[in-house]
C-alpha cells in the first residue's frame, strides 16, 4: 500500500463509514475496521486434500491487514467470517505468522463472527450502535445498515481496449457487501443472481483501485465504459 491512498466516504444511518481501497471498511465514531473472508490458511488447507497453492498466503493477508491498522490506528477489529479457511486454520498458523496476529490481537480488540468455512469459532452475528455485523447477508430491520461478506463480490469492467474485473464493495441504503480480504479468496460477480437478489432496487458498486476506490451504479456492472 504505496502513495495516498482514498478512500470513499459513505453516510448511512448508523454513521459515516470509509470504504478503503485495500477492502476494508473504516467506521470512525467506533473506531472499528471492519474486513470480511481472510480465509487464512487456505493454502494449507488445500494442500491437505492434495491441491497445490504456494504456501504464502497467510502472510499475505496479515501483512495487508497490519497495513491498514497501522493506516486507521482502530481500537478494535470486526472480522465478518471465514476469517480462517476451515476451523482448524488457526492450529496451522506458521510460527510467524500466528505471531503477527498475536501481536495484532494484543493491540487491537477483534471481534471474531463464524463463518461457513470456520463455523464455531466466533459470534453468529453482532449489532451496535444502529449496524448489524454477520457473515452472509439476512433480514435487515428499519432503521439498521448490515455489513456482511461471503460472496467475495467482484465487478468487470468493459472499455475498447480490455475488460477488468476488479473485487469491490457493493452498497445500498441498508445493506454493504464487503470483498473478500484474503490473498487466495477470488470472487463471484456483481451481475450473478445471489448478488444480485440482495439489491433488488439497485445499489452502487465501489471498485477497488490501486490507490482508491471507483463508485458506479450497480445496473452499469459489466457493461462497457
Given at each position: 500500500m504505496t502513495g495516498i491512498m482514498t478512500a470513499a466516504p459513505i453516510h448511512r444511518a448508523a454513521?459515516?463509514?470509509?470504504l478503503d481501497p485495500a477492502g476494508a471498511v473504516f467506521w470512525p465514531d467506533r473506531r472499528a475496521l471492519i474486513v470480511a473472508d481472510l480465509h487464512l490458511e487456505k493454502a494449507s488447507s488445500i494442500a491437505a486434500r492434495g491441491g497445490l497453492l504456494p504456501p504464502y498466503d497467510s502472510r499475505a493477508t496479515l501483512?495487508?491487514?497490519?497495513?491498514?491498522?497501522?493506516?486507521?490506528a482502530p481500537e478494535r477489529v470486526i472480522a465478518l467470517g471465514d476469517s480462517f479457511h476451515d476451523e482448524a486454520g488457526r492450529a496451522r498458523l506458521p510460527a510467524e505468522e500466528a505471531s503477527l496476529l498475536a501481536r495484532m490481537e494484543a493491540a487491537h480488540r477483534f471481534l471474531w463472527i463464524e463463518g461457513n468455512h470456520d463455523a464455531g469459532t466466533g459470534l453468529a452475528e453482532h449489532a451496535e450502535s444502529g449496524a448489524v455485523f454477520r457473515h452472509v447477508a439476512g433480514p435487515v430491520a428499519?432503521?439498521?445498515?448490515e455489513f456482511?461478506?461471503?460472496?467475495?463480490?467482484?465487478?468487470?469492467?468493459?472499455?475498447?481496449?480490455?475488460?477488468?474485473?476488479?473485487?469491490?464493495?457493493?452498497?445500498?441504503a441498508h445493506?454493504?457487501?464487503?470483498?473478500?480480504?484474503?490473498?487466495?479468496?477470488?470472487?463471484?460477480?456483481?451481475?450473478?443472481?445471489?448478488?444480485?437478489?440482495?439489491?433488488?432496487?439497485?445499489?452502487?458498486?465501489?471498485?477497488?483501485?490501486?490507490?482508491?476506490?471507483?463508485?458506479?451504479?450497480?445496473?452499469h456492472a459489466g457493461k462497457a465504459a
Open positions: 454513521g459515516r463509514f470509509l501483512d495487508r491487514l497490519a497495513l491498514l491498522l497501522r493506516r486507521y428499519a432503521g439498521q445498515v456482511s461478506g461471503h460472496f467475495h463480490p467482484k465487478a468487470r469492467i468493459a472499455t475498447r481496449a480490455a475488460s477488468v474485473a476488479r473485487p469491490c464493495f457493493v452498497a445500498d445493506r454493504v457487501l464487503l470483498p473478500a480480504f484474503g490473498a487466495y479468496a477470488g470472487g463471484l460477480e456483481v451481475t450473478s443472481p445471489p448478488i444480485r437478489a440482495l439489491f433488488p432496487r439497485g445499489g452502487q458498486v465501489f471498485l477497488l483501485g490501486r490507490e482508491r476506490v471507483y463508485a458506479f451504479p450497480l445496473a
